[in-house]
T-cell receptor
Framework: KQEVTQIPAALSVPEGENLVLNCSFTDSAIYNLQWFRRDPGKGLTSLLLIQSSQREQTSGRLNASLDKSSGRSTLYIAASQPGDSATYLCAVLMDSNYQLIWGAGTKLIIKP | GAGVSQSPSNKVTEKGKDVELRCDPISGHTALYWYRQRLGQGLEFLIYFQGNSAPDKSGLPSDRFSAERTGESVSTLTIQRTQQEDSAVYLC????????????FGPGTRLTVT
């Protein structure tokens, strides 16, 4: 059974710092891995999607890496801003049944 | 202690037919959300309900899509005259209130339009 773990559960850093969020999964038979952010009162926003054959994806100040064999992904946020405050979730899409398995999220607070 | 449930878990339909997807949220959750995810793409927000009203319908991809919710309970997402591009996993989530951080997702309905 696939398990997705995100560490840390919460993180508070001063504005301007670079930071890394971690996601690990137990079953490497994934189709892709996605990172999302969740803001209060809104739906999820998809940030980055990495196909299982890819190593990383970049969008603006965000960079996500994937090491499928070791079951790890990281989301790197450069030069953090207060607007980055949100809960960040990773989710893996299983190869076998295309079910989406979610991590519990990392709650990020960027202090001005 | 049931979570969010969705039915059916899988649906195969012919192009042009109508389909109805059902979501049962966690009891007591006033907010309910629908998303879809096409293979290889990110999650798309479709619509959310606060109670039985839907203040934000901007994510519905076309007028073939509609959704209803009975009180603060069951929601149905209806797709009329299905097209192949409608094939996706349709996810439902609920939260205590619309402002809650925590959204609890159902297992999804995998829709395949042939």
């Amino acid at each position: 059974k696939q398990e997705v773990t995100q560490i840390p559960a919460a993180l508070s850093v001063p504005e301007g710092e670079n930071l890394v969020l971690n996601c690990s999964f137990t079953d490497s038979a994934i189709y892709n891995l996605q990172w999302f952010r969740r803001d209060p009162g809104k739906g999820l926003t998809s940030l980055l999607l990495i196909q299982s054959s890819q190593r990383e994806q970049t969008s603006g100040r965000l960079n996500a890496s994937l090491d499928k064999s070791s079951g790890r992904s990281t989301l790197y946020i450069a030069a953090s801003q207060p607007g980055d405050s949100a809960t960040y979730l990773c989710a893996v899409l299983m190869d076998s049944n295309y079910q989406l398995i979610w991590g519990a999220g990392t709650k990020l607070i960027i202090k001005p | 202690g049931a979570g969010v449930s969705q039915s059916p878990s899988n649906k195969v339909t012919e192009k042009g037919k109508d389909v109805e997807l059902r979501c049962d949220p966690i009891s007591g959750h006033t907010a309910l959300y629908w998303y879809r995810q096409r293979l290889g793409q990110g999650l798309e927000f479709l619509i959310y309900f606060q109670g039985n009203s839907a203040p934000d319908k901007s994510g519905l991809p076309s007028d073939r899509f509609s959704a209803e919710r009975t009180g603060e309970s069951v929601s149905t997402l209806t797709i009329q005259r299905t097209q192949q591009e409608d094939s996706a996993v349709y996810l439902c989530a609920s939260s205590l209130t619309w402002a809650s951080y925590e959204q609890y997702f159902g297992p999804g309905t995998r829709l395949t339009v042939t």
